[in-house]
């Protein structure tokens, strides 16, 4: 699904050959860095680093992967990929993806804000009642990469779409590199390249992003435009699960949207 040679092609053709030294003109006919000047910067010789890009050297040192890192300018995330990458051989398989029954009840306790539990495929596995609502589905079953991607009545649900391809794209690239043998994410990744052109264009980016927390904005058919705030919570014992929180400013405009979405809540409402 990922491989270190397909990595280091791409990101050594993002670099500027002027802000590592190298000279520029009219006589250089590749984008970015040449192998040979990325071979004499990390100080290793042109055949081992030919072999790299060809997928011929394996098991490199993690020397060689730093001084890599440093010359190709990657940042925390993709140098921890190209790591990853690089030990690919020795990954077990991906986590079977049952969530606990305490982690659910400490889904049911988040009040006032969706919340979701998420594995590294980007499946829903459960998710609380305003979940459900902001979606306008059941949440377990949903994928939203699938969601975002492919289906496409449900695009204009994210207010920032493109900016979410990119997030999306670059989260399953690092889950590609983390689980390299898993079948599942690998269909799924087959199935978005086939069904999309962005997604195709993204993917040979081969870039790689690892989103904790920020801005998410979501176009509401019922409520309109809600500027919510996402944390990404990584489950103790539950490899590959997030906790996701999308939260509103306290009276902001995003809170009203949410408390009227959210409704009177089934469970205390009187009898009649």
């Known amino acids: 699904m990922d491989d270190l040679a397909g990595f280091l092609r791409t990101r050594r053709s993002r670099v500027d050959p002027a802000s590592v030294g190298m000279p520029t003109g009219r006589r250089r006919r590749v984008e970015g860095l040449r192998r040979e000047e990325v071979a004499q910067l990390s100080k290793v010789s042109v055949d081992y680093y030919v072999r790299l890009e060809q997928g011929r050297a394996t098991q490199p040192s993690g020397q060689v992967l730093d001084a890599l890192a440093r010359v190709l300018g990657l940042d925390e995330t993709e140098r921890g990929h190209l790591h990853r990458l690089a030990r690919q051989r020795r990954r077990g398989e991906a986590p079977a993806g049952r969530v606990r029954p305490e982690v659910l009840r400490v889904l049911d306790l988040v009040d006032g804000a969706p919340a979701l539990i998420m594995d590294h495929r980007l499946d829903v596995l459960a998710g609380n009642r305003l979940a459900g609502l902001l979606f306008g589905r059941p949440m377990p079953g949903l994928n939203t990469a699938r969601h975002l991607f492919l289906d496409e009545a449900e695009r204009g649900l994210y207010a920032d779409w493109e900016q979410c391809t990119r997030d999306v794209v670059g989260h399953l690239r690092l889950a ?14 087959g199935e978005l390249a086939m069904g999309s052109e962005r997604f195709r264009r993204l993917w ?9 927390h920020g801005r998410k904005a979501y176009r509401h058919p019922l409520v309109g435009l809600l500027e919510l705030h996402q944390e990404n919570f990584g489950l103790p014992g539950e490899s590959g699960m997030e906790l996701v929180v999308l939260s509103a400013a306290p ?3 995003a809170d009203d949207g949410l408390r009227l979405l959210a409704g009177p809540d089934p469970r205390t409402a009187p009898s009649p």
Do not use: W
């Open 176 to 189: 590609a590199g983390r689980y390299p043998e898993d079948p599942r994410l690998a269909s799924l990744i």
């Open 204 to 212: 040979a980016r081969a870039d790689v992003r690892a989103r904790t």
């Open 251 to 253: 009276g902001s405009p």
